[in-house]
């Protein structure tokens, strides 16, 4: 917020900053994905049973900022990022879904009054069921340009290159991503409220054609934060994909559709300053 203040009476060099941990558990009812069919025909008139595992997991999040401010007013922003995930399933039946992610990022970012520009890059390295899975690296050039008083329009792409490990090689390949969308910025009873709508379309480009997809993806979101330090967040989201060949030994070999729709919502309360539940 600050560095969206430009300085405009003085140059003065700043440094800023933050970092965010949270810790607890979450229920998932469906930890490997599983289909709700128990019974599924393959090419070879052979059936695949399956069942849906359940359980509880320790979730463990990091987040961590710093941003070194040059100083020329409306100027440049050096910014280094870092993002931590763990999931820990304590049933031995569920650890093979063990799940982390290590994302850091460096690059310039720019402030003017009526625009800023960013263009970080990035590594990030995947492990599951403990052990080595993918290490991708990216670049992702976004600009935020300011329309109105309370509206700004968004846009990003994003290049994303991911290297799979071992048995997972034929799921590598290169991902190109585009966002863009308005964001309304308003103020009433007692609260800050940000409501926003992107678009986004995505291509990925895999070693084997049956995991490359086209897709798009559209829907809202709100965001507000109490000046009591409650923040509430809701969004939707419709996703339409189509991959580039069927599946292997799957009885129907047309095109293979994931439709996706996906409401999320969420209610933080901060206390004592620096801790959140």
């Known amino acids: 917020q600050q560095l969206d203040e430009p300085q405009e009476k003085k140059t003065a060099k700043r440094f800023f900053t933050a970092i965010r941990a949270s810790i607890g558990p979450e229920y998932d009812s469906n930890v490997n994905v599983g289909p709700r069919d128990e019974r599924i025909l393959l090419a070879n008139n052979q059936l695949l049973t399956s069942r849906n595992l359940d359980g509880w997991l320790l979730k463990f999040n990091v987040n961590a900022d710093s941003i070194y401010d040059f100083g020329t007013p409306n100027g440049f922003a050096w910014h280094n990022h870092l993002q931590f995930l763990h999931h820990e399933y304590p049933d031995k039946t569920n650890s093979n879904f063990n799940y982390t992610q290590t994302d850091v990022y460096t ?43 309370n509206t700004d329009f968004a846009l990003s792409y994003r ?3 991911e290297d799979f490990i071992g048995q997972y090689d034929v799921l590598s390949g290169v991902t190109h991503t585009g966002t863009f969308g308005p964001r309304f910025k308003f103020e009433a009873l007692n609260a800050e409220h940000s409501l926003a709508l992107f678009g986004t379309y ?23 934060r ?41 209610i933080s309360q901060t206390f004592y300053k620096y801790y959140f539940v």
Do not use: C, H
């Open 107 to 149: 690059g310039l970012d720019y402030y003017a009054p009526k625009f800023k520009a960013k263009l970080p890059f990035g590594f990030i390295d995947r492990r599951f069921s403990n052990a080595s899975l993918s290490q991708s690296y990216y670049f992702m050039p976004n600009l935020e340009i300011n329309v109105l008083d």
């Open 159 to 161: 290049y994303e290159n």
């Open 202 to 224: 995505s291509r990925r480009d895999a070693n084997v054609a049956r995991w490359s997809y086209d897709e798009w993806s559209v829907g809202p979101s709100y965001f507000t």
């Open 226 to 266: 109490f000046k009591t330090g409650t923040e509430l967040y809701l969004d939707f989201k419709y996703l339409d994909r189509n991959y580039a060949a069927p599946a292997l030994l799957f009885l129907d070999r047309g095109n293979r559709l994931d439709n996706r729709y996906s409401l999320t919502f969420s």
